[in-house]
């Protein structure tokens, strides 16, 4: 059984950082792409970035490029994604992902392309 769990939410003035952190468990993690979404309230969940097996190939959403920094360490099978530079926009539940199946260079970048997801944590940007 896949476990994700995301930590490392909170609250924060505009133009501060947060770090996430998810760990995952259940299986080989260096083998799978990683993700992470987003959702706020009312709206759809989107994609904000996502890292191959090995780190080499990364994906972002345009609106984080420049500010948010995804990584992976494989060694401890957990990804992060700094965020710097947050705005009020940035305001969602935030969730890590792991497909199902191991993809090849290019990590996916849909919701549908991932299988398991953790609970979500909480990122809150005031003006």
């Known amino acids: 059984q896949v476990q994700l769990v995301e930590s490392g939410g909170g609250l924060v003035q505009a133009g501060g950082s947060l770090r996430l952190s998810c760990p995952a468990s259940g299986r080989t993690f260096s083998n799978y792409a990683m993700g992470w979404f987003r959702q706020a309230s009312g709206k759809e969940r989107e994609f904000v970035a996502a890292?191959?097996?090995?780190?080499?190939?990364?994906n972002y959403a345009d609106y984080v490029k420049g500010r948010f920094t995804i990584s992976r360490d494989n060694a401890k099978s957990t990804v992060f994604l700094q965020m710097n530079s947050l705005k009020p926009e940035d305001t969602a539940v935030y969730y890590c992902a792991q497909p199902l199946t191991i993809w090849g260079v290019a990590p996916p970048a849909r919701a549908v392309e991932y299988h398991y997801w953790g609970q979500g944590t909480q990122v809150t940007v005031s003006s």
């Open positions: 890292i191959s097996w090995n780190g080499g190939v990364i």
